[in-house]
């Protein structure tokens, strides 16, 4: 009966922060997202584009960006070429949120979880932007990888990534481990 007990209580828990950290970023883009006569998207979809933009502009890629006015989208040009478009599922915050659920539903202490959720935030937004940046570069360079890339490749790196963050926090920091 206990283990039930600690099953439904990590259950509780993830979905509750889960739905609420959902719903927050929900108004978040309800409240800064432009619908009506011009698009604008979310400040956060925008900081994501220009720090891919400037990690492009590094390697030496002439980089411009600009937001589409017929949709929520930024449009990222390579050479005054088209190459991408970053939408709101580009910034990743769909799987921080999804991190942060499974890691406050499997607690450890504050300081713990609080430094851990830090750095797994700081990866996943990193490993985003790397995901951005590799991904516009490839479709500049090799457009029939596009695909394969972006539906497959780079969501099993963010959630590979994503699991194996998980597993260490389970193994080294969560309080269920010194029961």
Request: hydrophobic share 55%.
């Amino acid at each position: 009966m206990k283990k039930n007990k600690v099953v439904i209580l990590f259950l509780v828990k993830f979905f509750v922060v889960y739905f609420l950290l959902t719903g927050i970023y929900s108004f978040y883009l309800n409240s800064t997202q432009e619908t009506t006569s011009i698009f604008a998207c979310a400040p956060v979809t925008n900081t994501i584009s220009n720090h891919a933009k400037w990690a492009c502009e590094l390697l030496g890629y002439d980089i411009t960006t600009y937001q589409n006015p017929k949709e929520l989208s930024v449009t990222f040009l390579v050479n005054d070429k088209i190459i991408s478009k970053i939408v709101e599922g580009c910034t990743s915050i769909s799987v921080m949120i999804l991190f942060l659920a499974f890691i406050i539903a499997f607690s450890g202490t504050i300081k713990k979880t609080l430094w851990f959720s830090a750095v797994g935030l700081i990866l996943i937004y990193a490993a985003n932007i790397f995901r951005i940046v590799f991904l516009t570069l490839v479709i500049y360079h090799y457009p029939k990888l596009s695909n394969l890339l972006h539906d497959f490749v780079f969501p099993g790196i963010i959630y590979g990534m994503v699991f194996i963050l998980w597993i260490v926090w389970v193994k080294k920091y969560a309080i269920i481990n010194k029961k």
